[in-house]
């Protein structure tokens, strides 16, 4: 069986470090290890609108600045095909399909779901407290994420742990359908990432998620300036008040984004950086910096600054390809184009099989145009 790839995100916004950890970083690392067949990454517009119906333009101005942080970021078009949701209508007929398999009160029991409707503020009763009804298509988004990965046969999906639920909600939909209708589709597994703290990033508030809605986000296309400002302002141990004071590392968002993104040859290389500061920083590894700021001395602005100077590396040549990019935004969207064509070719051909495995590809069977 070939291995294959589907990942992607919705167009809401520019990417965050979130995504970038949770996701996209693997993305990359994954595109060259050689091991895969095929991969695709998919810019879920049409999911993007269940919740922005009213406005659409949000959307579409996003689908570019997401697909410029995807080629940024590494992702190369000589080997990852990237495309748009929207313009693939067989992912819509195959939502229409999957629906019979899944009943209301398993889609209600989809933590992520539940989490999500919380999140933007929806309610089962559309006058309770002001809040506006779930619309029905945020309501199916397990449905159509099962769509669009059984269209090209995924057989990995490398996303955060919050989208566990939905991964389990697309395997139990294919061995339904499997087991109904005869072996047709492929059961994904899900790929998350190696390290803890990427599995989900809190936002730089210390809330659980990195979210653009709540504006707690580090945008990989942040200026130096923005960036240090982002992580200046900080959640971190609200008891550390001294330098002296003993500080907590659990909780505290600060020592979760070293743990994401510190490495080893970090402390060599940005030891400088600190020279002539009240407090030296000689360490040689993330544990020693751990271990002061429990014990007392350590302040929290020199580990921000340490952190901030870590992050910049990481953003910096980022920032530099997204420039280059930008300066040919036509050959951007002649990317998408070719990628779509090149994922709405596979879709085709799941479809087709699909449908002759429900039998109801009535055209195509020379028995029943027989009419014997």
């Known amino acids: 069986m070939a291995k294959i790839i589907l990942t992607g995100d919705r167009p809401t916004g520019r990417l965050h470090l979130g995504h970038y950890v949770g996701s996209l970083r693997r993305r990359v690392e994954l595109q060259e290890s050689g091991e895969f067949d095929k991969i695709f990454i998919m810019i879920a517009d049409a999911q ?8 659409p333009e949000k959307v579409r101005q996003n689908i570019i600045q997401v697909a410029l942080d995807y080629l940024s970021a590494g992702i190369d078009p000589a080997k990852t095909n990237i495309f748009i949701q929207s313009m693939i209508p067989e992912l819509t007929e195959l939502t ?92 994904p597994d899900i790929l998350l990432p190696d390290n803890p703290a990427c599995c ?59 743990d994401a993104f510190c490495k080893p040859e970090h402390f060599e290389k940005f030891r400088s950086c600190f020279i002539g500061k009240k407090v030296s920083f000689t360490f040689d590894s993330l544990d020693e910096v751990k271990d002061q700021y429990r014990k007392g001395g350590l302040g929290d602005m020199m580990v921000k600054s340490f952190l901030n100077a870590i992050l910049n590396d990481v953003m910096e040549p980022i920032r530099a390809r997204r420039a280059e ?11 998408l184009r070719k990628g779509t064509e090149a994922a709405r070719a596979e879709a085709a051909q799941t479809l087709k099989e699909v449908r002759h495995a429900m039998r109801i590809d009535y055209f195509d069977d020379p028995v029943l145009m027989s009419g014997m």
């Open 48 to 55: 993007a609108l269940t919740d922005n119906a009213d406005n």
């Open 96 to 187: 229409f399909y999957y629906m019979n398999l899944v009943t209301v009160q398993r889609l209600q029991r989809n933590p992520t779901v539940k989490q999500e409707i919380q999140l933007r503020g929806f309610s089962d009763d559309e006058d309770n407290n002001n809040k506006k009804g779930t619309p029905v298509g945020f309501f199916c988004y397990p449905i159509s994420q099962a769509s669009d990965i059984t269209a090209f046969k995924a057989t990995t999906v490398p996303v955060g742990e919050d989208q566990e639920p939905m991964l389990e909600q697309c395997r139990e939909i294919v061995r339904k359908f499997n087991s109904t209708y005869g072996p047709t589709l492929v059961e």
């Open 200 to 258: 989900r990033l809190p936002g730089t508030d210390g809330k659980a998620k990195m979210s653009k809605s709540l504006g707690n986000c580090i945008y990989l296309s942040d200026s130096a300036e923005e960036v240090w400002e982002k992580v200046r302002g900080m959640f971190t141990d609200p008891g550390h008040l001294q330098v002296s004071d003993p500080g907590k590392v659990e909780g505290n968002a600060v020592f979760t984004y070293l």
């Open 325 to 335: 990019l930008e300066k040919d935004i036509p050959a951007v969207y002649e990317i």
